[in-house]
């Protein structure tokens, strides 16, 4: 019973985060047409960061572009894989089910622009001088945090887990 609740509990606040990432993600989108659609990037940081507006009919970096339908089918099958193997995936990772959380509310966040106007809206710009980093948004951001937590957390939770078969491996030799 105990389990079912902190389930349940779990469940409700990955639905809370999801839903409050991918809302902070269409609502900038939305505001990245009505204000910079039409209008020069707004320099927020001189020589460093901008916000501008960006179709991205491609991938990360404009890879792949366009190739809506192979992206959304890309998106639909990577969604269900993580939904499907997720326990096994993130279960045993600290920060698991933030990073599932993250992973698929950006995933989610790009897959509806895609389905509703065809492109990616981006509008985060970065930069050096003249250099720029790709353009991105909130669903990107997420995708990006998540994958850094995933790498540290499985970093972690791999040397733990070698910490302890040596262990065990000196206990079995000793005896």
């Not at 009505?34 to 404009?62: D, M, Q, T």
């Not at 887990?161 to 000793?174: L, R, T, V, Y």
Request: glycine share 6%.
């Amino acid at each position: 019973m105990e389990d079912a609740a902190k389930r349940s509990s779990t469940l409700r606040v990955f639905w809370l985060w999801m839903g409050c990432i991918i809302a902070l993600d269409q609502i900038t989108k939305l505001l990245a047409i009505a204000y910079l659609k039409h209008s020069l990037p707004w320099i927020v940081i001189p020589e460093f960061f901008n916000l501008c507006y960006v179709e991205n009919r491609g991938a990360a970096w404009g890879v792949l572009a366009g190739s809506q339908i192979f992206l959304i089918m890309f998106s639909l099958i990577t969604l269900s894989f993580l939904f499907w193997k997720r326990t096994r995936l993130f279960g045993s990772l600290q920060g698991g089910s933030f990073i599932f959380t993250l992973l698929i509310a950006g995933i989610i966040g790009n897959l509806i622009d895609r389905i509703r106007v065809g492109y990616v809206i981006d509008f985060l710009d970065f930069y050096w001088k003249q250099s720029h980093f790709p353009a991105f948004n909130i669903a990107d951001s997420a995708i990006c945090v998540a994958t850094v937590i995933l790498i540290i957390s499985q970093w972690i939770h791999d040397r733990r887990n070698a910490g302890s078969s040596d262990a065990k491996a000196s206990e079995a030799c000793s005896q």
